[in-house]
């Protein structure tokens, strides 16, 4: 990756026309071609950029530019489209190249294959004397996240989300018709869980007899101490 901060003009030409007049930016040439202009602001995004496929060139500015201040112009071309990217640049402060390497990829914590893997580990939060039948529990329109028993012998059907919206319910809904058919299994109850039940999904979910649980992810994952938090939301 090329970072520059300089000085610079910048002129987008092609489906629209955008004019960024002369002010002290930062310049990121990436590895796939991109090239993106940001300012001391605006969160992630840039003020203009232009994406891949697209082919970098540098120029001398010439006489009139030249006597305007400028040092160097950048035209930044899609190789698709017409659309055109010409930066002018006057006073450079850095201008540093960088090997980051493979990246990863962002790693989502608190999906709700974790939040699945900790109800089940930890299968009370549903209430005492819950018990753990099988995760993934097959149906023929999918599996249902988690099959649990009641202290009283009954079936549970347990939804997970992170966040819980009538689509949800309406999951459930399907899952508890079908596995009610099953005479081993019936008479089966459901339990929609998640970090956050919307108020619309809570109503739904309640008049077809679904009962909700918020799940607390830090506690479930030991590193929020609920006994000894001041407040309670």
């Not at 992630?44 to 009139?64: F, H, I, Q, R, V």
């Not at 819950?130 to 009641?150: F, K, N």
Request: aromatic residues 6%; contains cysteine; hydrophobic residues 40%.
């Amino acid at each position: 990756m090329r970072i520059v901060i300089a000085s610079c003009s910048v002129d987008y030409s092609g489906r629209l026309s955008a004019h960024l007049p002369l002010a002290r930016r930062v310049l990121m040439v990436k590895s796939d071609g991109s090239v993106l202009v940001h300012s001391d602001g605006g969160s992630y995004k840039p003020l203009n950029w232009m994406s891949p496929p697209c082919s970098l060139t540098t120029a001398d500015p010439g006489t009139e530019r030249l006597a305007a201040g400028v040092s160097e112009v950048w035209t930044v071309q899609n190789t698709k489209t017409d659309d055109r990217l010409i930066v002018s640049i006057h006073d450079v402060e850095s201008d540093s190249f960088f090997e980051l390497g493979v990246d990863p990829g962002l790693v989502k914590d608190g999906v709700e294959a974790h939040l699945q893997k900790l109800l089940a580990e930890q299968i009370g939060v549903l209430g005492h004397g819950h018990t753990l039948v099988r995760r993934e529990y097959p149906t023929a329109i999918g599996p249902v996240d988690i099959l649990a028993r009641s202290a009283v012998g009954e079936t549970v059907a347990v939804e997970i989300k992170r966040r819980g919206d009538i689509d949800g319910v309406e999951q459930l809904t399907r899952y508890l018709e079908l596995l009610n058919r099953d005479p081993r299994l019936a008479p089966v109850g459901g339990v929609f869980a998640a970090q956050e039940i919307k108020p619309q999904a809570r109503v739904l979910a309640t008049d077809r007899g679904i009962r909700c649980v918020v799940l607390d992810y830090d506690a479930m994952r030991g590193i929020d101490d609920v006994e000894s938090r001041l407040f309670w939301s």
